[in-house]
Nanobody, 128 residues
Framework: QVRLVESGGGLVQAGGSLRLSCAAS????????MGWFRQAPGKERGFVGV????????EYADSVKGRFTISRDNAKNTVYLQMNSLKPEDTAVYYC?????????????????????WGQGTQVTVSS
């Protein structure tokens, strides 16, 4: 497994922006499909988006499409979640997750159980 550490969370007003980072350990970061999930109080952890190994392809949940952007810098072992036009409904703990050993060519994995490594989460709070 790979160790993941999220950072960049905080308090922001509705309409504002925030960028989360997820730093990974090891030398094989480029071999992992990377996902972002979030969990609001009293709700199940849900899919936010995913990026393939090279960073050339992404998919997003409908709720964040057009507002959030995932990118990665494999040389820095880091994946990012750029969040724009934030809404109070975006308030949640945000987690990054890694999926390895997948040689199928697929990268769209919205199910949290598709990932074997998880960060500790970072809190994002959006005020109205």
């Amino acid at each position: 497994q790979v160790r993941l550490v999220e950072s960049g969370g905080g308090l922001v007003q509705a309409g504002g922006s925030l960028r989360l980072s997820c730093a990974a350990s090891g030398r094989t970061f480029s071999s992992y499909i990377m996902g972002w999930f979030r969990q609001a109080p009293g709700k199940e952890r849900g899919f936010v988006g995913v990026i393939n190994r090279s960073g050339g392809s992404t998919e997003y949940a409908d709720s964040v499409k057009g507002r959030f952007t995932i990118s990665r810098d494999n040389a820095k072992n880091t994946v990012y979640l750029q969040m724009n036009s934030l809404k109070p409904e975006d308030t949640a703990v945000y987690y990054c997750a890694a999926r390895g050993r997948d040689y199928s060519g697929n990268y769209y994995y919205p199910n949290e159980y598709s990932y074997e490594s998880w960060g500790q989460g970072t809190q994002v709070t959006v005020s109205s």
